[in-house]
Each structure stands twice: as structure tokens, then as C-alpha cells.
């Protein structure tokens, strides 16, 4: 179902003024041996040769970097088949996708990834061991298809498991890493979405979930070197376990952050609020990946859908639509569309998210699913930008003074953008009130330096905590 368009748009205050490593098996202790003979020797040279030979192993594979590997430097824009189709999907639907995102301006937005989901192969692999494209559903095969995007200008991902086999149970990529990512390679993708289903047992890898994405940057980082071309983009779908925001930047440009999305506020708060606790994690060349979007999908409204587009590119998520392009309405369109919200998400200079600077009605920060923070501020290029996101059931004013984000300069005016409006609402002085934000509504705002605030506005502090004069005296506010 696709959301409606609002009855009437918030109303802004115009001039808001002052109210306004691989298993060590040592055995049974060579470092404990009694005798001093020539035993004990020779297993010291064993050891030794086994401990050298492991760390010449380890300098032949430098770990990937995604400095040196160079792509996604950008959060990803584009489309994934998985929340609109899921398994039902074929060579056609997938070029009319391709094709649609060209007719529909979405191309022209930014949007340049056509990304293939789950279900896509045969169950077997070949008797040479390598994954068989779906010979019904894609009978022309991967290569056809992708020469196909690539001629629209488009780009194309794939998708595989770090496990034995994928989420849908066909073959994962499991020790079958370099295989694969070459196969992908000659298909002609140029991202892979790397999820972690079928997950073979510990005494089998002697890896944590961290070593088998390891595995597959490493394969990656290889290929990239011996083919001289650029490196597949990583995008770890591996939803948050064992905090992938601390460590997935070493091998991917992108790592999911939690549980699957599904097209409910419930779900998007939810989401929201997790990502809330670790936004300083995205910058470039890597970003927190807040999940497809679904923009389009199931009872959202109108007000929530643009809260959830607005929240996942300001947050620099990668930004996927996830629904059926022959049936988006101009609202959906719009929305996925709004050339001022991309440009947040897409910017050359700035490459950090926003983040909450006031938790709304959760003191002290404390985690509410169905009521995330609602205040957000962040750096771009061309100045402040603000989030405020009504978590109410009903519509509220929103007020903040400007300097509770560490953005804003004190005694400076600043101009209002609505980057919903694509309106210019005056200039604000201290403080910002927004009244009427709808029920589970959001205001996006870009605020621009305009100079020294005007002289004579009392109190001569923002902050009256220990505002004082020159000769020492407290400033009675």
C-alpha cells in the first residue's frame, strides 16, 4: 500500500526569533616439556617452523583496507529485489527494473545500483563446483544481464552467504570464497550483499563471524590485485551481530546494523532507535546499513515513509528501495526522490551522520523502541542540518534552542531551509519552533550562518550556565 499525501504541511516559524588469527593448536605444551634432550629440540624446531610459517602466511595476506581498495566511498544507491519480490524474480523483471529506475527519473536522482537478493541460482552447484545461474528464471544468463544494466548506465550486485548455504538454502560461499567472487567478477557484478545464514560449526571454521567475512574481503582484495580491476563493493549483511560497526570497515563499505526491516512504524522506530546508539561509526568509505527501504510498502503513511527516508539518508544508511517500481505512485516517487535529502546522504565534503543532541521524551538517553530521539543535528557541506521526528500519535510543536547542537555558533543568526518545502522560512535567532509536526511526522532543515545576531537580545548568553561579565560579576538571568 502507498502512502497518501499529508492534508496540510507542518507550519514553520518564519522568523523564529528569541521565543521562537587461525587456531593456535600447540598440543600438550611444548613450552612444559621436562626433558632436555633431543627431543624436546626438535619439537622446538617444529614449533618454531610452524610459528614462522604461520606469520609468513599472515604478511602475504594484509588484511583489506578500504582506503586502499577505493569504492563506495558514498553510502550505495539503488535497488534490491528482496523486500518487493523476494524469491519470485526473473532475468525480465529484473531489466524492467533497470529500465524503470531510468524512466522514472530515479537514475537521474542518483540511484546507479540494479542489486540482485537471495533465490537468483540453482540449488547445486556444478560438477566444477561453481554456482549455476537459474537456467528457468535466468535462462540468457548473468553476464546477458548485466551487460544489459551496465548499457543503461547502470551498476549491478549479486548476493551470496557466508555460510554453507544462503538464507533461502541455496549454495552459500562457504570455502568457496575465490571461486565465487571471480565468478561474480566474470558475471560482470560490481557489488556483492554478503549475508550469514547456514553458519558451518566453530570446530569446523575456528572463526567467529568476523573471520568468515575475512575470508571473503580477502578474496576480494586478491582478485581486485591479480585482475587490475576494481573490487566487488562489500555490503556485510550480517544484522548487527557482535557489533559489526566496530570492525566491518576493515573489509566492507557496508555492514547491516540490525534485524531485518518489515513496512511498519513499529519497525522503523524500532530500527531507529537502535542506530541511534552508534551513528559515529558511518563516515566514508563506510556506513552503518539501516536495511532496505520500504518506502512504498504496507501501511506506512505518508508522514512515516518520509520520516523513514529522511532518518536512513541523513544517518548516511545506504539507500535501497525495496518495492514494486511498476505500481510507485508520484508520492512514493517523491519521497525517494527529494533531490535536497539525497544530497545530505550523497555529500563529497561531510561524510558523518546526524546524530540526537536531545533524546525527546527519553531521559538520560535511555533506548525506547516506539520512541526513538526525535532531536538530530549534524555537519554538511553547505551548513547545519536538523532532523526532529514526532514519535507521538498526534501532531506536537517541536522547539529546541540552536546551540544544544555543538554545530551551531553562539551569537550568530542562521537561515532556515526546509529540505521537504524546498522552501526558505526566514531566520532563526537562538531558537527554532516547528508547530504542527504530524502524528509520526519529520522537519529536515539546513541551517546556513547569516551573520552576528542582532545586537541588544537578552539574555547575552545562550547557555545561562556561568554567563558572566569581564569584572567577574554572574549574569542575572
Not at 118 to 126: I, L, P, Q
Not at 235 to 244: A, D, E, K, N, V
Amino acid at each position: 500500500m502507498d502512502p497518501g499525501r499529508p492534508s496540510e504541511p507542518p507550519k514553520l516559524a518564519d522568523t523564529p526569533g528569541v521565543s521562537p588469527a587461525r587456531p593456535n593448536d600447540q598440543g600438550s605444551g611444548w613450552f612444559g616439556a621436562r626433558s632436555s634432550g633431543p627431543r624436546v629440540t626438535t619439537i622446538l624446531s617444529l614449533g618454531l617452523a610452524a610459528l614462522l610459517g604461520t606469520l609468513a602466511f599472515i604478511t602475504k595476506r594484509p588484511q583489506p583496507s578500504v582506503q586502499t581498495q577505493g569504492v563506495a566511498r558514498l553510502p550505495v544507491l539503488g535497488y534490491n529485489t528482496w523486500n518487493a519480490y523476494h524469491c519470485d524474480i526473473d532475468e525480465d523483471l529484473i531489466l524492467n527494473t533497470a529500465k524503470l529506475m531510468k524512466t522514472l527519473g530515479l537514475a537521474d536522482a542518483g540511484y546507479t545500483h540494479v542489486n540482485i537478493d537471495d533465490c537468483y541460482s540453482e540449488k547445486t552447484r556444478s560438477a566444477s563446483g561453481d554456482i549455476v545461474a537459474h537456467q528457468t528464471r535466468f535462462p540468457s544468463g548473468m553476464k546477458n544481464l548485466t551487460d544489459q544494466i551496465h548499457a543503461l548506465g547502470l551498476q549491478a550486485g549479486i548476493y551470496s552467504d557466508a555460510g554453507w548455504y544462503t538464507c533461502a538454502i541455496y549454495p552459500g560461499s562457504y570455502q568457496n570464497e575465490a571461486r565465487d567472487a571471480k565468478l561474480f567478477q566474470d558475471w560482470g557484478f560490481d557489488y556483492l550483499k554478503y549475508d550469514n545464514c547456514a553458519v558451518p560449526f566453530d570446530n569446523i571454521t575456528h572463526e567467529n563471524i568476523m573471520g568468515r567475512y575475512e575470508r571473503m574481503a580477502n578474496a576480494i582484495a586478491d582478485l581486485a590485485q591479480t585482475s587490475g580491476k576494481p573490487p566487488l563493493i562489500l555490503s556485510l549483511c550480517q544484522w548487527g551481530r557482535q557489533q559489526g560497526w566496530v570492525w566491518a570497515r576493515k573489509y566492507g563499505q557496508s555492514w547491516r546494523t540490525t534485524t531485518d526491516i518489515n513496512p511498519s512504524w513499529g519497525s522503523i522506530t524500532s530500527l531507529l532507535n537502535q542506530n541511534s546508539f552508534y551513528t559515529w561509526a558511518s563516515d566514508f568509505y563506510g556506513h552503518n546499513d539501516m536495511d532496505i527501504l520500504e518506502v512504498g510498502n504496507g501501511p506506512l503513511t505518508y508522514e512515516e515513509s518520509k520520516s523513514h527516508f529522511t532518518a536512513w539518508a541523513l544517518m548516511k544508511s545506504p539507500l535501497l528501495i525495496g518495492t514494486d517500481l511498476a505500481t510507485a505512485t508520484e508520492a512514493t516517487l517523491e519521497i525517494l526522490k527529494n533531490p535536497e535529502i539525497i544530497a545530505i546522504n550523497q555529500d563529497p565534503v561531510v561524510g558523518t551522520s546526524i546524530s540526537p543532541f536531545r533524546w525527546g521524551i527519553n531521559p538520560d538517553w535511555v533506548s525506547n523502541d516506539t520512541h526513538p530521539a526525535q532531536y538530530w543535528s549534524g555537519e554538511s557541506q553547505n551548513g547545519t542540518v536538523f532532523m526532529l521526528l514526532n514519535t507521538l500519535d498526534e501532531p506536537a510543536t517541536m522547539f529546541f534552542s540552536l546551540t544544544e547542537s555543538p554545530w551551531i555558533r553562539a551569537g550568530r543568526q542562521y537561515s532556515v531551509r526546509d529540505l521537504w518545502s524546498h522552501t526558505d522560512n526566514g531566520t532563526a535567532i537562538r531558537n527554532f519552533t516547528a508547530h504542527d509536526v504530524p502524528a509520526h511526522g519529520v522537519i529536515a532543515l539546513l541551517l546556513r550562518d547569516a551573520g552576528d545576531e542582532p545586537e541588544g537580545i537578552w539574555p547575552p548568553c545562550a547557555v545561562a550556565e556561568w554567563c558572566m561579565y569581564e569584572n567577574g560579576t554572574l549574569v542575572n538571568q
